[in-house]
């Protein structure tokens, strides 16, 4: 079976500091991969170079097979060679940010709607469809016409995990997605995490929700200082961590 994503020894540098240090690992179909780890240790890092929000230094990223064109530039840094490439494989990569980003002068199905408009090419009929019936499923149906500042940080969420799913991507990456919220709001957007997760969509997340990464996730990535320092499925990560760094880790989150 071909990953959908596929990372082989990733290097990102910003100037002389080196913040991922030689990065593999591959997510399959219906995988949910967490990735865990303390501050600074690359894992927003390396979820934004999978989508080449950054461009990695060195290495190779894979999306269903296709790995991304990249040259170098007189200045010696890497950039895409193929800039459609790029928007191609984007289009079917849905990423959920920390801080929503949601268009504040648009409305939640405005929101919604637009990508699959102008990324797919949907009439705008159908791009309505698909969106009031994704903003019902992540329980927002009778918000459909509420400005982002009308809701709540959960609703928010919601709604931007709404428009991800709204272009049917081959994978979602999810950079800390509650992790801006208040804390009486998180369980909203796990709850809806946990039922995309059984539903098999193909999730990268970096998580502070260790409890959540234990029950949903089906591959846990421990990071430390830009190196996967220890890897495997929940139950060994959690119940039986080799890494004294990753048992450190854990006791100070639990």
Known sequence: MTPTIEIDNLHKSFGPLEVLKGVSLKAYPGDVVAVIGGSGSGKSTMLRCINLLEV??????????????????????????NRQQV???????GM??????????????GNVTEVPIHVLGLSRDEAEARAIAYLERVG????????????????????????????????????EPTSALDPELVGEVLAVLRDLAQEKRTMVLVTHEMAFARDVASHVVYLRDGRIEEQGPPQQIFGAPQSPHLQQFLRSVS
């Open 56 to 81: 990695p230094s060195s290495g190779v990223i894979r999306i269903k097979g296709e790995a991304y064109e990249l040259r170098k530039t007189r200045s010696g840094e890497m950039e895409p060679a």
């Open 140 to 175: 927002l149906g009778d918000k459909l016409q509420a400005w982002p500042s009308q809701l709540s940080g959960g609703q928010q969420q919601r709604a931007a995990i709404a428009r991800v799913l709204a272009v049917d991507p081959h994978a979602m990456l999810l950079d």
């Open 96 to 109: 959920v940010f920390q801080s929503f980003n949601l268009w504040p002068h648009r409305t939640v199905l």
């Open 87 to 93: 928007q191609r494989i984007r289009a079917h990569l």
